[in-house]
């Protein structure tokens, strides 16, 4: 099984910050890799495929980076709809989910 | 876009079977297309289930293989998941997913709460 870490498990931030998270995965997964965010009681967005490619429709401060075991999502200037909690996801053999950055004021 | 929607029971007994079932619309179910379950117990992280493929290909997170089965149902344009033996340790946030070869899953279900207790 393919293992994804996720580190920090919470950030503090304020408005405005430059923000990064990063995703490592227990073996080489190439560029399998997706980001979500999650918001309270909602579904799991998409906002990065392929590592390093934006969604339609997410803003552009939002980026990802990274290949084969270590992979970073940014978000440049954080807004205040950006506080929530982050997953990176392999997908490369099956799906696995690191266990997510929260994003708190 | 495919839109997709869960049902089924909120509450199950311990040592029973569970029993989802996820609408899909705008898309066939038949395409070339996984569809999946995720779950999310409460306050926690993300636990991929499973997908089913071209109808009956199946894959399953090996942690649950002995108690997962998921399968669709063409006439009705759905898939279903079962969950057998469950204990406190499966109440979650169960979502339906979809997501084409080679890709994340793009299309989320709302989610639907699963209890297990007696």
């Known amino acids: 099984d393919i293992q994804m870490t996720q580190s920090p498990s919470t950030l503090s931030a304020s408005v405005g910050d430059r923000v990064t998270i990063t995703c490592r995965a227990s073996q080489s997964i190439n560029n399998w890799l997706a980001w979500y965010q999650q918001k309270s009681g909602k579904a799991p967005k998409l906002l990065i495929y392929r590592a390093s490619s934006l969604e339609s429709g997410v803003p552009s401060r939002f980026s990802g980076s990274g290949s084969g075991t270590e992979f970073t999502l940014t978000i440049s200037s954080l807004q205040p709809d950006d506080f929530a909690t982050y997953y990176c996801?392999?997908?490369?053999?099956?799906?696995?989910f690191g266990q997510g950055t929260k994003v708190e004021i | 876009q495919v839109q997709l929607q869960e049902s089924g029971p909120g509450l199950v007994k311990p040592s029973e079977t569970l029993s989802l079932t996820c609408a899909v619309s705008g898309y066939s179910i038949s395409s070339d297309y996984y569809w999946g379950w995720i779950r999310q117990p409460p306050g926690k992280g993300l636990e991929w289930i499973g997908n089913i493929y071209h109808n009956d290909i199946t894959h399953y997170n090996p942690s649950l293989k002995n108690r997962v089965t998921i399968s669709v149902d063409t006439s009705k344009n759905q898939f279903s998941l079962k969950l057998t033996s469950v204990t406190a340790g499966d109440t979650a946030v169960y979502f339906c997913?979809?997501?084409?070869?080679?890709?994340?899953?793009?299309?989320w279900g709302q989610g639907t709460l699963v209890t297990v207790s007696s």
């Open positions: 996801q392999q997908y490369m053999n099956y799906q696995t």
């Open positions: 997913a979809s997501r084409s070869s080679g890709w994340p899953f793009g299309d």
